[in-house]
């Protein structure tokens, strides 16, 4: 091959590649820090929604307040931007009311962990049908770098500048607690694995609660990029395991000063979620979406003509 014909071939490849994801792309300004590992995430989604086959039409994204939540205009599909801490809460409604869509909701460790604390434990409680991809990036990086409820214990951020009191919470650790049926964590600096764990949680029927650790190098100076790296493992890495005992999933969150196992750590493929409990739904072919009532609104418009 010549040197011509090769440049053109892998110009050809890189246009067909840029094709797949375009339907994802919008003509949004991106307002992510330099180096933010919010890109990498919504590119892993993208990916993974990609190579899954989903169309936009069928996707609702769902997005907290925060900084991941500025990704709201920035992928194709129908999205809402909802209150801080509640996003799980109107993903949840959501997916009940029209359960032949996928559901995706995201928040930060801000909102999720704190606000709306109550919403992630009953979500996992019932099983609702969503993906929810935590923003893990240990602190308020919309509101400049206050601590959060993941922060390291000791670390000085704005508004503790005498470092933070409390141990942090671990929120993988936390969900397994709660007898969930799908928990995975990956990493802002792994987009191949985001994009791998990604897949399957599309694929989960429940709740599929996914942490994804996120440097924030603008306000989160306790654990850069390197400090994850000295401490990520890989649960494909680990001999036999398949993610089914949730005891193990446990041990295996436990430390993360000393290691940060990334991987699906548990899922229960089996496990009936919300839906599949009702019985007054059961063999019912419609969706609540497709059995309400239509009411035209047009009316009140014509008080302000
Ligand atoms: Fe990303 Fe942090 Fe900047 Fe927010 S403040 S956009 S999380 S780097």
Not at 120 to 138: E, G, S, T, W
Not at 169 to 191: C, H, K, Q, W, Y
């Amino acid at each position: 091959m010549t040197q011509q014909n090769d440049t053109k071939t892998v110009l050809k490849n890189l246009s067909e590649k840029k094709d797949t994801y375009i339907k994802y792309e919008t003509d949004e300004v991106i307002t992510w820090c330099h180096g933010c590992g919010n890109y990498n995430i919504q590119n892993a989604l993208k990916r993974a929604l990609t190579l899954e086959d989903f169309e936009t039409q069928n996707i609702l994204y769902c997005f907290d307040i925060g900084c991941n939540g500025n990704g709201s205009d920035k992928i194709g599909g129908y999205t809402f931007h909802g209150l801080h801490g509640r996003v799980i809460s109107v993903a949840s409604g959501a997916s009940i009311a029209n359960p032949h869509i996928k559901v995706i909701a995201s928040g930060g460790d801000g909102g999720t962990m704190s606000e709306g604390i109550n919403h992630l434990i009953h979500a996992v409680r019932n099983d609702y049908p969503v993906l929810f991809i935590l923003h893990n990036n240990h602190n308020y990086g919309l509101t400049t770098g206050q601590a959060s409820a993941t922060t390291p214990k000791g670390f000085a951020m704005n508004g503790s500048p005498d470092g933070v009191l409390p141990d942090p919470m671990n929120p993988s650790e936390f969900v397994l607690n709660l007898n969930p049926s799908f928990v995975a964590r990956s990493f802002s600096g792994d987009i191949k694995h985001m994009t791998k764990v990604l897949r399957r949680a599309l694929n989960h029927k429940g709740f599929a609660f996914v942490e994804m650790l996120q440097v924030c190098p603008t306000y989160n100076k306790a654990t850069p990029q390197s400090w994850y790296w000295d401490r990520i493992k890989y649960t494909s890495d680990l001999k036999n395991y398949k993610a089914n005992d949730i005891e193990k999933a446990k041990k295996l969150t436990k430390d993360l000063e000393k290691n940060i196992y990334l991987g699906v750590l548990y899922e229960d493929p089996k496990k009936e979620n919300f839906i599949e409990k009702l019985q007054n739904r059961k063999n019912l072919k419609t969706a609540p979406v497709d059995e309400v009532k239509h009411y035209s609104i047009s009316k009140f418009f014509k008080e302000f003509e």
